[in-house]
């Protein structure tokens, strides 16, 4: 899964505060994301984020998971 600084992560599973969108501030092998909602910022392991991601926001505009479809 192609995720880059920047991006907007829609999140299956909800932060303990309710919010479920988070901004990628790094990528690699980990991801630092901050909440959208309250702020928050975390290290999460890459392999466990990409199994959460419902879709990547880029710019506003939903990211096509497929990789063939990309660009
Ligand atoms: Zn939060």
Sequence with gaps: MD???GDVLVMKK????G?????????????RL?????GRE???PR???EKN???????GIAVPRDPRKAD
């Design 3 to 5: 995720v880059q600084v």
């Design 14 to 17: 909800n932060h303990p505060c």
């Design 19 to 31: 919010g479920n969108t988070f901004d990628c501030l790094r990528s690699g092998m980990d991801f």
């Design 34 to 38: 901050r909440c959208t909602q309250c």
């Design 42 to 44: 975390f290290m999460i």
């Design 47 to 49: 392999a466990k984020a």
């Design 53 to 59: 991601i419902r879709k990547i926001l880029r710019g």
